[in-house]
């Protein structure tokens, strides 16, 4: 790195005296070159968004020089990835109580149909009718791996949706599976059933590259708990679906991941690859995970159905930490009964991750939805989308009570502190050594100007953040007193923001399709060509905390009606 450079960082982190900020490793000796003065403190209090007199800065800086001591050695201690802060977020309020619940999926359509003869048909085949047909004899594991592993070699690199794939583990995993139900052990709906795992979830002695050049030769040492629930359950492994690096957006060390239905395209993220590899068939259901946008954004792109999860139903123990109070794992299927069977098997807290706890799962399918308060903001569906429109008709019609809902107006985004503060704190050496430039996306919201930015934010402004995120877990139980669900578009309101500070669930699923020309990951267009593309669109559903099986019966339903879940990208569909 260029000298001016680690200059400008080391005068800029001499400005943590005024709280806002951090100081470059080498700061001790530079100090001595640029000391702090009343000056150095005037320029810090635009950053701070405060304003002292002489007298005042001249008292700071009486105990300065202990504050940066105390922030150097404080930057010296070693800190892994998984060292979890102290304070953890729990999104349960004080004085609610939330439905126990059994362990149980239950409703799903009992005849799957006959097996298809044509591959591509039983690839692009929902999860649980593979599952039916295995448990017929119609079909095996090691068909369906062979089937997968074999659209994966065709079809993966122009994709760019998996870093890793595990055949040999995969076949290994499909014999031993058929060979189970061979003696009449079937662990469960999962059993022999083909899946990726997004490449921030770690499976011992396979690389977990995170989506970053710095960590590309990376290789786990243990497997996450989410990983070992599924590997209990059945499923095989086919490799590692790719991540954005450092789990943001779509483009990680060696390529772009692709949106099957416009392959010029990213296909959003950070869940780039398993909602990729999902979409093409490229594996039966995937694993991603979301921090503020990764499992949704990504299904809304490339059509698929993704479910994240009530924070801390799903442990996260050896998966990347990105930011403690905001990470989540959830599936990401094809067909929503599908994403019921796969949190059934996730579901459940680790003393690994102090921040998961147990709460049971059930998920009924035939229950009848007459009369389920549906709440929804009229002003959000007056400029929304067709595919919205269409999927709150289909809602309508299944005879729910629609309950129109507002929300405060408050500066919700000001909530994002905590996001930015957090990752930078989770790779804070990359900033601190000049690493960050390693990082293939260098644009303006990109990781590593955030994580110099964050440097600066106000531990007093994060505190206060963090209360504004009281008052939207408040705002969001008192929403839901007096509903059942809430349905809208997926960035509507600012509900993809407040209700992953919440912890509420959120079920993104494929409501129809819309002409868009080439987009850059945040939506605008990426050329002026003006060339348009079908692509799929999505709408969401919301629930009260732990109530995923509200949703996910909801939601089978309208995917149902709508019947536009089946329609396969064109450049992948054989």
């Keep these: 790195m260029s000298g001016s450079r680690n200059t ?68 010296a201690v070693e800190k892994p990835n998984e060292l979890a802060p102290a304070l953890t977020f729990d999104p349960r309020l004080p004085g609610q109580t939330y439905r126990a ?49 074999d659209r994966i070699a065709r079809h993966g690199d122009a994709l760019e949706c998996y870093v890793t794939v595990t055949a040999d583990l995969a076949r290994r995993q499909a014999r031993q599976m058929d060979a189970e139900r061979a003696r009449g052990q079937v662990r469960g709906p999962l059993h022999g059933i083909p899946y990726a795992l997004k490449d921030i979830i770690d499976v011992a002695d396979i690389r977990a590259t995170w989506g970053a050049a ?50 010029n395209e990213g296909s959003s993220g950070s869940s780039a690859g398993p909602a990729s590899a999902t979409a093409a068939a490229l594996c039966s259901f995937s694993i991603g995970t979301e921090t503020l946008g990764s499992i949704v954004s990504p299904s809304h792109r490339c059509g698929t159905t993704g479910l994240r999860p009530t924070f801390g139903r799903v442990a996260r123990t050896g998966a990347m930490a990105l930011c403690w109070s905001l990470d989540k794992i959830g599936p990401i299927v094809r067909s929503t009964p599908d994403a019921a069977l796969v949190l059934g098997v996730i579901n459940g ?27 929804y ?18 809602a309508r019609a299944l005879g729910v009570e629609l309950v129109p809902v507002e929300f405060d107006e408050q500066p919700w985004d000001a909530m994002l502190i905590q996001l930015e503060c957090e990752a930078a704190a989770a790779f804070e050496t990359m900033t601190l050594e000049d690493l960050d430039d390693q990082l293939r996306w260098q644009v303006d919201a990109a990781w590593p100007n955030t994580f110099r930015r ?7 402004d994060m505190v206060n953040a963090d209360r504004l995120r009281r008052k939207a877990m408040t705002m969001m139980a008192e929403t839901f007193e007096g509903i059942d669900a809430m349905i809208g578009p997926n960035f509507a309101g600012g509900m993809l923001l407040i209700t992953n500070y919440t912890g509420h669930p959120q079920l993104a699923f494929r409501s129809g399709f819309v002409d868009q020309p080439t987009r850059t990951i945040f939506g605008a267009p990426a050329d002026e060509s003006g ?44």
């Design 214 to 263: 710095i960590y590309q030769d990376r290789v786990a040492e243990q497997t996450a708990v989410v990983a070992q629930r599924l590997e209990e359950a059945g499923a095989v492994l086919l490799g590692k679906a790719t991540s954005g690096a450092l789990a943001y957006g779509d483009i990680w060390f060696d390529g772009v991941t692709r949106n099957p239905f416009n392959p």
């Design 454 to 460: 964050a440097r600066f934010a106000s531990a007093i």
């Design 101 to 149: 619940q059994d362990n149980f999926v239950s409703g799903l359509p009992i005849n799957a149909g006959p097996k298809p003869s044509d591959p591509a048909d039983i690839a692009y085949a929902a999860s649980w009718k593979q599952s039916a047909w295995m448990a017929q004899g119609a079909l095996t594991s090691v068909e369906l791996t062979e089937i997968y592993l």
């Design 8 to 75: 400008r960082r080391t005068v800029l982190g001499l400005l943590a005296g005024a709280g806002v900020g951090g100081i470059a490793a080498s700061a001790a000796g530079a100090r001595q070159q640029t000391p702090v003065t009343s000056d150095t403190l005037t320029g810090a209090e635009r950053l701070a968004g405060v304003s002292y007199t002489p007298s005042e800065r001249e008292q700071m800086l009486n105990g300065i020089d202990a504050w940066l001591s105390r922030a150097e050695r404080l930057r």
């Design 531 to 574: 060339d348009t593309f079908s692509v799929p669109y999505a709408t969401s559903l919301w629930a009260p905390l732990f109530d995923e099986g509200v949703i996910l019966a909801l939601g089978a339903q309208i995917e149902a009606r709508l019947g536009v879940a089946d329609t396969r990208p064109q450049a992948f569909a054989e």
């Design 377 to 394: 903001n009229p002003a959000w569906f007056e400029e929304a989308a067709d595919p919205d429109r269409a999927a709150l008709d289909a």
């Design 349 to 375: 807290g680790d003393a690994g991750d102090a921040s998961s706890f147990d709460h049971g799962f059930e998920a009924d399918f035939s229950r009848d939805l007459s009369g389920l308060r549906l709440g």
